[in-house]
Every structure is written in C-alpha cells, then in structure tokens.
C-alpha cells in the first residue's frame, strides 16, 4: 500500500517539477492525504473502530432524508416560480413557494441547515440533553463549517440564505398522510445576527416542523465534506440523491432521467434538463460516488455506485493531474501575447 502511495506521489511531482513550484506538489499531496485511511495506531482501546475511511469531520454537516427525497429546494438561486411535486401514489405532496420580493430558498442556502442539523446531532448523540429549537453559534464557526473563507463578502450572503429560509412557504402531507390537519410552515421561524466589539454570533430558530424531522431518530445522514466546494446545483442535486438512496452500499442504484427530473424538482424543460444532466453524469466528480450515463434500448439511466477506498484515491490524483494541466495551460497562454 505504502509503494502505491508513494507511487502516486512521485506522479504528481512529475506532472509539477517543471511547471509548478514545490509548494503546489505539498498542497496536492495534502489533498491526496485527506482521502487516505489513518494509520493504525498501537492502543488499549479494543472498541476503536478499524478502517474507518469516510473523510469525515470531527462534526459533519447532517442533511434530513426527507428534504433529500422530494424536492424542497430550488436548484437556481433566483427561482420565483413555485416548485410543486405529488407522489405517483398520492401520499406525500410538497408545495413550495416565497414571500414576494423573495426568492425561493434554493439547494446553497440548505448549507445552514446541514451545519445547524449537525450541531444538534451532536448535543443528541451525547445523550445528555434534548437540542434547542434555537441555536446560537458564532459567525466564524458556521462561516467556516460551509467552506466559505471570505467573511467580508459571504456576510450578505449569509444574511440573505437566512432570509429566503424564513421566507420560503412549505405546505406538505410529508408526516400528515392522513391528512389530520392543515399547516404551512417556512425552515426558520426567525434569525438574528449580532455583532459586538467582542462577538458575532447568529441565532436561529427552526420551524417546528424542521426542528421534528432533525430530532427524529434515524433522520439524518452525514454529509461529506467536499459537499461544500461543489458549485454545481445539479451535482449538488446528484450526490444528495446518491448519498440518500445509495448511502455506503456497495449495491448500485439507477434512477430514470424522468424520475431524476421529478425529484429534483427543476423548472427547465425537459430536454434542456436531459442535456445539463448528461454533462453532470460525464464529469462524474461527485464526492464518494460515480455516476454513469446508461442507455437501455430507448430508456436512459442514471447509474449510482459507491467508490472504494482506492479509487476515491485514484479519482483525487485525476482531478489534481486536471488541475494541474489546466494551471499549465493558464500559465503558458499568460505569458504568450501572440503574434
């Protein structure tokens, strides 16, 4: 193992010798290392769990199954238009829509969810007490969980994900199948920021119905870190539904590109969804899965499958070597003024 390791390693510094200095070959490695299993280490400790492989954080973002079943969420960060979806039985109908001069909460602004939901894994996993509806948490910490690194921009960001969440209107059968009452909820109930000499916290506090579905048992599902780097909706939209449906099985799973266009939930024709998807499917560079663009006589799949240890690894090395290729290029045609 530690020969394929250093394998790879030698690699990328073939691919940036020439090209790159060597402070970009150590950040490259680095990235490597974050995919690679822990040594094993000499411990008492018989109960330490082996293998365990998934680049995780010490508190990963959480996303709730049910919002990752159906669509609850835009995939444009300017959709106006409802988004309304019913089960081909029935049972589970989802209506979606915004407050005027507001557009809908969309699968971005989610992110503050999955932290929040993590926050409260964590207080019911130590089973010492329930979570809070309302959590405050410093800026830093949230800004930091969701990879965004720039506060002075992604502040009015923030401010505005958290304003199209308290503003976004669900009105849904999920968990009322027997339709026993009526409600029409948002995902916060309220938000405040503030910021002091010594402190900038936020504080929120999710609907009822939000707040249910986290403290649920068994509801929620961890999210992979490099969730928060991937600038695509539709991808965003792919390892969510991978990561619900296909979850660490090894057993693949296939959707019909009409059943991903219902439960995505977007508003582009078909055909110009079809054509996005495939492109999505092609890069095939969803964390912690493949995907793969299958035709069965006249129907067309979407085909999910887990990847192991090794050819997460392998999949890593290939989007450095692109990286590094597309910095090449860049740098040749920066100091190239033509003819």
């Given at each position: 193992m530690r020969k394929f390791f250093n394998l790879i390693f030698e690699k990328l510094a073939q691919k940036t010798r020439q090209k790159e200095p060597q402070r970009i070959i150590l950040e490259e490695i680095v990235k490597v290392e974050q995919i690679l299993p822990k040594p094993k280490k000499a411990s008492k400790n018989v109960h330490k769990k082996k293998n365990e492989i998934a680049p995780y954080k010490k508190n990963p973002a959480r996303d709730l199954m049910e919002i990752m079943e159906v669509p609850f969420l835009a995939l444009s960060k300017n959709r106006r238009n409802p988004i309304v979806y019913e089960s081909p039985d029935g049972t589970r109908k989802v209506k979606v829509t915004r407050h005027t001069g507001h557009f809908l909460a969309s699968i971005y602004d989610w992110d503050i969810i999955l932290f929040v939901a993590s926050k409260m894994q964590e207080i019911l996993n130590s089973g010492s007490d329930i979570p809070p509806r309302t959590m405050i948490i410093p800026r830093h910490e949230i800004l930091t969980a969701i990879h965004k690194h720039n506060v002075n921009t992604q502040q009015k960001e923030l401010e505005n994900s958290l304003q199209r969440l308290k503003r976004t209107a669900i009105d849904t059968t999920i968990r009322n199948e027997d339709y026993r009452y009526k409600s029409d909820f948002g995902f916060l109930d309220s938000w405040e920021y503030t910021e002091r000499k010594d402190i900038k916290e936020i504080k929120i506090t999710l609907s009822q119905w939000l707040y249910d579905g986290v403290c649920a048992q068994g509801a929620l599902l961890k999210v992979d870190p490099s969730y928060f780097d991937?600038?695509?909706?539709?991808?965003?939209?792919?390892?969510?539904?991978?990561?619900?449906?296909?979850?660490?099985?090894?057993?693949?799973?296939?959707?019909?590109?009409?059943?991903?266009?219902?439960?995505?939930?977007?508003?582009?024709?078909?055909?110009?969804?079809?054509?996005?998807?495939?492109?999505?499917?092609?890069?095939?560079?969803?964390?912690?899965?493949?995907?793969?663009?299958?035709?069965?006589?006249?129907?067309?799949?979407?085909?999910?499958?887990?990847?192991?240890?090794?050819?997460?690894?392998?999949?890593?090395?290939?989007?450095?070597?692109?990286?590094?290729?597309?910095k090449n290029r860049k740098s040749e045609g920066g100091g190239s003024h033509g003819p």
């Open positions: 991937i600038t695509s909706a539709l991808k965003r939209f792919l390892y969510r539904t991978a990561r619900k449906h296909v979850g660490k099985n090894e057993k693949a799973w296939k959707f019909s590109i009409e059943k991903l266009y219902e439960k995505s939930g977007s508003e582009r024709e078909f055909k110009k969804f079809k054509s996005d998807l495939k492109a999505a499917v092609n890069d095939n560079n969803i964390p912690g899965y493949s995907v793969q663009w299958l035709q069965e006589g006249k129907k067309v799949f979407v085909l999910f499958n887990t990847l192991s240890p090794i050819e997460q690894i392998e999949k890593k090395v290939d989007d450095i070597e692109t990286n590094i290729e597309e």
